[in-house]
């Protein structure tokens, strides 16, 4: 059955310190891996990933993918209180796109 | 622009009635999803559909149906609702499996 696990489930730091979140999956016939933000509402869009190595990046945040080892991390630097936030971690097989537990993230001033 | 819409927004039922959900896009999307959210358990998928006509379980389909009639449409029913589910549901379309999946803004359901 597929999976998608992500670590750690909470984190509390502060402001300025440096973020990294896990996702690892089990999936046949992977197709890509997103990360979404999720404050009140809706989920929001933050990286889509296909490809092993390669970096993608927006401003504070950027995460890479390994298609060998079967995980992903989103880094975050110079966090903010706006940071605050649940982070999704997603992935497509052909059809469907199952999601992890999700990390929450706290920021303190 | 509408994107996704979802109604209602918010429900109270109480135990054996029925509902439906709708969601709604105006993307052209062929994609189209309903997953539920409760505390500490991310986004469930309960069924989804990857086109007109079709659809499929996904992890957590029991005591749900739905129907895709027409392709911007994608009703998730409650035959007889019971309190495991209540939670916030949430529906979401993408142009396939290699793309942005967008969500709309929820449906909390309590059910009592």
Redesign the interface.
Same mark, same amino acid.
């Given at each position: 059955e597929d999976k998608v696990v992500?670590s750690p @489930?909470s984190l509390v730091v502060h402001e300025g310190d440096t973020v990294t979140l896990n996702c690892s999956y089990e999936v046949t016939n992977f197709?890509?891996l @997103?990360w979404y933000k999720q404050e009140k509402? /809706?989920? !929001?869009?933050l990286f889509?990933l !296909?490809s092993s190595g390669i970096e993608k990046k927006s401003g504070r945040l950027s995460s890479i993918l390994d298609k060998k080892e079967l995980f992903s991390i989103l880094n975050i630097t110079a966090t903010q209180t706006g940071d605050s936030a649940i982070y @999704?971690c997603?992935v497509? $097989? $052909?059809?469907?796109?199952?999601? +992890? /537990? +999700?990390t929450r993230l706290t920021v303190k001033p | 622009n509408a994107g996704v819409t979802q109604t209602p927004k918010f429900r109270v039922l109480k135990t054996g009635q029925s509902m439906t959900l709708l969601c709604a896009q105006d993307m052209n999307h062929e994609y189209m999803y309903w997953y539920r959210q409760d505390p500490g358990m991310g986004l469930r998928l309960i069924h989804y559909s990857v086109g007109e006509g079709t659809t499929a379980k996904g992890e957590v389909p029991d005591g749900y149906n739905v129907s895709r009639l027409k392709k911007q449409n994608f009703l998730l029913g409650l035959e007889s609702a019971a309190p495991s589910q209540t939670s916030v549901y949430f529906c979401a379309s993408s142009y396939g499996s290699a793309a942005e999946a967008f969500f709309g803004q929820g449906t909390r359901l309590t059910v009592v």
């Amino acid at each position: 059955e597929d999976k998608v696990v992500q670590s750690p @489930l909470s984190l509390v730091v502060h402001e300025g310190d440096t973020v990294t979140l896990n996702c690892s999956y089990e999936v046949t016939n992977f197709r890509s891996l @997103l990360w979404y933000k999720q404050e009140k509402k /809706a989920p !929001t869009f933050l990286f889509m990933l !296909t490809s092993s190595g390669i970096e993608k990046k927006s401003g504070r945040l950027s995460s890479i993918l390994d298609k060998k080892e079967l995980f992903s991390i989103l880094n975050i630097t110079a966090t903010q209180t706006g940071d605050s936030a649940i982070y @999704l971690c997603a992935v497509y $097989n $052909n059809n469907d796109m199952r999601f +992890g /537990a +999700g990390t929450r993230l706290t920021v303190k001033p | 622009n509408a994107g996704v819409t979802q109604t209602p927004k918010f429900r109270v039922l109480k135990t054996g009635q029925s509902m439906t959900l709708l969601c709604a896009q105006d993307m052209n999307h062929e994609y189209m999803y309903w997953y539920r959210q409760d505390p500490g358990m991310g986004l469930r998928l309960i069924h989804y559909s990857v086109g007109e006509g079709t659809t499929a379980k996904g992890e957590v389909p029991d005591g749900y149906n739905v129907s895709r009639l027409k392709k911007q449409n994608f009703l998730l029913g409650l035959e007889s609702a019971a309190p495991s589910q209540t939670s916030v549901y949430f529906c979401a379309s993408s142009y396939g499996s290699a793309a942005e999946a967008f969500f709309g803004q929820g449906t909390r359901l309590t059910v009592v």
